[in-house]
C-alpha cells in the first residue's frame, strides 16, 4: 500500500468459484472504495468474466453489490451473476490476449483519399481467445498428388541447388510412347473424382466481447498448429497484438511449413466528406457501451512469412 509515502494505495477484486467477490486487503477503506467502484463506476455497472480452459467457456457476469451487513456476514463484495455465455464445442483454448491498458488511441478515424472518415472500432472490452480444433475436409487423390509433386520438387531444389521449375517443354495432353497403356478418358476421372475423408488441424481466432460474452467476430485457419512438430525451430503458441482497432496474429500452416501472419482491422461505419460540415455535424456516442453498440466490420488478410517469429 504505502500511503504514508506518497504511493498508489492498490486492491484487488477476486472472483471465487461460486461466483462471489473479495476484496484484498479486505480493511474498511478497501472495501468502501470497491463498493463505490461497483456501485457508481459506470452508468451500467460493474461487469467481471471468467475463461475456463478445462471446458472451454467464457462466462461474462455482471457485480450486484450486497449491503453492509450483508458484507460483514457472509465475507463479499457482492455476487457475479451470468449475462452471457459461449462455450467453444470441441475446441481447445490456446491462449487469450487483451489489449495494453495503458495504450493511447492516436485518432479516433482514418482519413481516406476523398477526405471521407473510417471510423475505428474502439472497444474497450475486448479479448482475442485462440482456440485449435479439427474440421473435416474432402482430400481428393489428386490434391494429393500435387501435394507430393510439390515437395518433391522444393526438395530436389534444395539438393541440385537449381530452380523447381524447368524450361523444358511439356508434354501435350494425351500423348504417350510407343508401347505405353493407354488410360480412358473415364477412368482418369473415376481416379480424380475418389476422395478420402481426413481430419485436418484447424486454427480459430474468436474476437470476444468481455461484458455481453459475445463473438464480434471469428474466422479459422486450416491446418494451422500452434507449434511446428516437423521444424527444429519451436514456433510456440500464436503471438497475438491488439491495438487500436488492429487485431495481428501468427501462426504455423503445417501444410505449407511456413509461418503466416493474419490481420484483422475492425470499424464502425463510415462519414462521407459532405457528412461534417460547418453546419452538419453527425451524432456520435461520447462512450462505448457493449450492450448497444453493433458489431464492427471487419476486414481480414494474410501473409506468409519466411522466418518463424517467437
Known amino acids: 500500500t504505502g500511503a504514508g509515502h506518497g504511493l498508489c494505495r492498490q486492491a484487488v477484486m477476486i472472483l471465487h468459484a461460486d461466483n462471489r467477490m473479495t476484496v484484498v486487503p479486505n480493511d474498511e477503506i478497501t472495501s468502501q472504495t470497491a463498493l463505490d467502484t461497483v456501485t457508481s463506476g ?118 541440385k541447388g537449381t530452380s523447381s521449375t524447368s524450361g523444358g517443354q511439356t508434354k501435350p495432353l494425351g500423348a504417350t510412347n510407343p508401347g505405353d497403356a493407354t488410360i480412358s478418358p473415364s477412368k482418369t476421372e473415376e481416379k480424380k473424382t475418389a476422395s478420402t475423408t481426413k481430419l485436418v488441424p484447424t486454427l480459430f481466432v474468436n474476437v470476444m466481447d468481455t461484458v455481453t460474452g459475445q463473438i464480434l467476430y471469428r474466422t479459422s485457419h486450416a491446418h494451422a498448429t500452434p507449434s511446428s512438430s516437423s521444424s527444429s525451430v519451436p514456433t510456440g503458441s500464436p503471438c497475438v497484438l491488439i491495438s487500436e482497432n488492429w487485431i495481428m496474429y501468427t501462426f504455423h500452416n503445417a501444410r505449407h511449413r511456413r509461418t503466416e501472419l493474419g490481420v484483422l482491422t475492425m470499424f464502425e461505419g463510415m462519414i462521407d466528406k459532405h457528412g461534417i460540415t460547418a453546419f452538419r455535424t453527425p451524432e456520435q456516442e461520447v462512450s462505448f457501451s457493449s450492450m448497444a453498440s453493433p458489431k464492427p466490420i471487419v476486414l481480414s488478410k494474410s501473409y506468409a512469412l519466411p522466418k518463424p517469429i517467437t
Open 42 to 159: 459506470s452508468r451500467n455497472g460493474m461487469y467481471v468474466h471468467a475463461v475456463d480452459k478445462v471446458t472451454s467457456t467464457l462466462n461474462a457476469m455482471k457485480v450486484t453489490p450486497q449491503q453492509q451487513q450483508q458484507q460483514q456476514q457472509q465475507n463479499s463484495l457482492g455476487v457475479a451473476n451470468l449475462v452471457g455465455q459461449t462455450t467453444f464445442a470441441g475446441e481447445e483454448i490456446v491462449s487469450v490476449t487483451y489489449p495494453q491498458s495503458d495504450e493511447v488511441i492516436q485518432s479516433p478515424s482514418t482519413i481516406l483519399g476523398d477526405d471521407s472518415l473510417l471510423l475505428k472500432y474502439l472497444n474497450p472490452h475486448l479479448c482475442v481467445i485462440i482456440t485449435l480444433g479439427t474440421t473435416t475436409v474432402e482430400a481428393t487423390e489428386k490434391d494429393q498428388e500435387e501435394e507430393d509433386i510439390w515437395y518433391s520438387a522444393l526438395v530436389d531444389s534444395k539438393q
